[in-house]
């Protein structure tokens, strides 16, 4: 069965009947659910998943349940009780529980939960589970919510999708999804400190304004810290320089106006922040192990110059720029 709950969008006879183990006190949702009987080799399935923003009198009670399960906060506040333990939910928190765990959820009345959920079961759940990083309470914090979010969205699409390879490509994306939570973990003391505070405003300025900022050093300025601070921040966070994370959203960007558009290489160089066309190709090769011109799928306007198609070559002019 592959189907999608959402009470605001279905009436009628068309509506899927609510499961019983939903809870109850969802403003809005989208549900997904699966077949687990069609999962690969019978070694780990996704039976159920989804999107919840929860009213304030959203509370769930249980003393077991039949899948293991793992959620994710990407707004508001509320709690989890679990093995005795009470967390505070916050954005950017993940817990989970297993068949036969006692737990409670609540939300905040004032700022409710919005929150992802994905329900596991199959030969390999109990061994996903344990490969979650959760601490004695069942909960965690992650380093960087935005990849983690995204990666339970795209689990959520997979599983509305009506397609026969739609159990696989949940399953491949949860893969994914255990490699990132335990890359990201941390410690909830870590992620109460300024310093991660700083990050994420740091962060945000990239975000934000990468196609204009000529150089991490700018962000620092913004910030009122050292470039120093901000590349031990990075380092510490999210394993790359502040520099490299800024590259990478400068060639992001340059790639797809390459792809998506017509726009010719100097055009692209000058819109993410690079006055210099040759350098801007150096470092689009550095980045992508190709010149400018193979992500290309347009015809060279009429425009360009004889300069401009060297700058898109692999030529040796394009290692000669300053």
Request: with cysteine; hydrophobic share 40%; net charge positive.
């Amino acid at each position: 069965m592959i189907g999608a709950l959402n009470p605001k969008s279905r009436k009628g006879s068309e509506a899927l009947k609510r499961p019983a183990f939903l809870a109850e006190h969802v403003s809005e949702c989208r549900y997904f659910f699966l077949d687990d009987s069609a999962h690969v080799g019978g070694r780990l399935a996704i039976p159920c998943g989804g999107w919840e923003r929860c009213t304030g009198s959203y509370v769930v009670r249980r003393n077991s349940f039949r899948f293991f399960a793992v959620e994710y906060v990407a707004e508001g506040y509320g709690s989890f009780t679990c093995h005795g333990l009470t967390t505070q939910l916050q954005p950017g928190m993940l817990y989970g529980y297993a068949p036969g765990s006692a737990h409670v959820i609540t939300s905040s009345a004032e700022q409710p939960l919005v929150k992802y959920f994905l329900d596991f079961s199959g030969a390999e759940a109990k061994r996903s589970f344990d490969r979650l990083p959760l601490g004695e309470a069942g909960s965690i914090w992650m380093r960087q919510p935005r990849v983690i979010q995204d990666l339970f969205q795209q689990i959520v699409d997979a599983g509305q999708e009506v397609s026969q390879l739609s159990q696989r490509l949940c399953c491949a994306i949860f893969g994914v999804l255990l490699l990132r939570l335990d890359q990201n973990a941390m410690r909830q003391e870590e992620a109460a400190s300024g310093a991660f505070e700083t990050y994420e405003r740091a962060y945000q300025e990239l975000r934000i304004g990468y196609q204009s900022l000529r150089s991490a050093a700018d962000v620092a300025q913004r910030l009122d810290i050292t470039p120093a601070y901000l590349a031990r921040l990075f380092q510490r966070y999210s394993n790359t320089s502040p520099h490299r994370a800024l590259t990478a959203m400068k060639m992001a960007e340059a790639a797809s106006l390459l792809v998506a558009t017509s726009m010719g290489v100097t055009e692209v160089a000058a819109r993410v922040g690079y006055s210099d066309p040759y350098h801007f190709s150096r470092v689009f090769k550095s980045s992508y192990g190709r010149a400018p011109m193979h992500f290309r799928v347009h015809p060279r306007g009429a425009g360009q110059t004889a300069r401009e198609m060297d700058i898109m070559s692999d030529g040796a002019s394009v290692e000669t720029g300053n």
